[in-house]
């Protein structure tokens, strides 16, 4: 007698997108136009009601995500997990430190990911070389998702930041931004600093003369036409900023140790000195926080960096569908 069949394949598939994202990688903020920015917080925005309404949907059932992490993490990991478990897909974590994959024997990145795809249909990965997430994107034949390339770009992370942004005040315009910090060696600033150009933004840099913004990035503001201030005190800029955004100063780029030292307490933003910001201003900090924002600050009801941690869980929904043509 014939065997009967373990699965039949009858269910109706959704019909397929023809978004700009459906079988693409994430690899660079350059990839965004404004209606392209708004098209992702369009989906998070519902992926946040969904979520809030009834916890999570069979959207991406019979996905399968690796996250490969060369570099520690706590939110973009979880985030991404966090996300892929909301809507019913699967996940292949490696994040507990690439020692103890086939990483430690010497495997190429390349291999790892040709590997890892057959697996897979997205792949999230975290990597201390600046330029890694294009190397593994030119080599795998699934999505790649850069979750911070070394000094390079977090593309995620800013746009969270920028839904953040919007999501606190209801407008990407006519906001004065400032970014303090570690401005050179952080790649949430340099990804943010570029979505931010499409908008009419005046931008403050905030740091050390060690830690400023590269020029490359300042090259961009300045062809952008965009109104820029450096200065290495946020007394400066406290006063008229809408958005402060705090970033640690990133120990594991220093070569130079005794470097870090003098710069690493640098400032740290403190009750005293939000007494001085605006009443609708917003505290906005990609974290760790090591030093730069006290404590204190957290009961202020202008800080938003928890709330920013959970957008990142909506907007990584949203990225993880649309890449995988579901959204
Ligand atoms: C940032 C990163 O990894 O670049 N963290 C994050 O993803 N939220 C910022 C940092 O590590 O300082």
């Known amino acids: 007698m014939k065997r009967p069949r373990l699965f039949t394949f009858d269910q109706p598939t959704p019909s397929a997108t023809t978004h700009r994202l459906v079988d693409q990688d994430i690899v660079a903020v350059s990839q965004f136009d404004p209606p392209l920015i708004d098209y992702v917080f369009d989906v998070a925005a519902e ?16 996905k399968v995500l690796t996250c490969l992490f060369y570099e520690p993490s706590t939110r973009t990991s979880s985030s991404f997990i966090a996300a892929m478990e909301r809507l019913s897909g699967s996940v292949i974590p490696i994040t507990q430190g690439v020692q103890f994959s086939s990483v430690s024997k010497g495997e190429t990145l390349h291999d790892t990911i ?5 697996y897979s249909d997205v792949i999230v990965l975290r990597h ?20 911070g390339d070394g000094a390079g770009e977090h593309p995620t992370q800013a746009l969270l930041d920028l839904f953040t942004i919007k999501q606190e005040r209801g407008t990407l315009d006519g906001l004065h931004v400032a970014m303090v910090g570690d401005l ?14 499409h908008y009419d933004v005046e931008f403050s840099f905030v740091s050390p003369e060690l ?8 090259n961009q503001l300045k062809a952008a036409n965009k109104t820029v201030h450096e200065t290495y005190n946020v007394a400066d800029v406290i006063g008229s900023a809408d958005i402060l955004y705090v970033t640690r100063v990133q120990k594991e780029r220093f070569s130079d140790l005794t470097q870090y030292e003098e710069v ?11 007494s001085h910001a605006k009443d609708n201003a917003i505290i906005m900090h990609p974290l760790p926080r090591v030093n730069e924002i006290d404590v204190r600050v ?14 990142g869980m909506y907007i990584r929904m949203a990225l993880l569908a649309a890449v995988l043509g579901k959204a």
């Open 47 to 62: 992926m946040r009601e969904m979520h809030e309404r009834i916890g999570g949907t069979d959207l991406l059932r019979g």
């Open 114 to 118: 040709r590997t890892l795809e057959q």
């Open 128 to 147: 201390p070389e600046t330029g890694a997430a294009g190397i593994a994107a030119a080599a795998a034949t699934i999505p790649i998702i850069n979750a």
């Open 184 to 197: 050179r060696y952080g790649r949430t600033v340099h990804s943010l600093t570029q979505l931010l150009l």
């Open 211 to 218: 830690l400023r913004l590269p020029l490359p990035y300042m």
């Open 264 to 274: 690493k307490d640098y400032y740290r933003v403190t009750p005293e000195i939000m």
């Open 298 to 311: 957290d009961s202020d009801p202008r800080a938003a960096y928890f709330r920013q941690v959970k957008n």
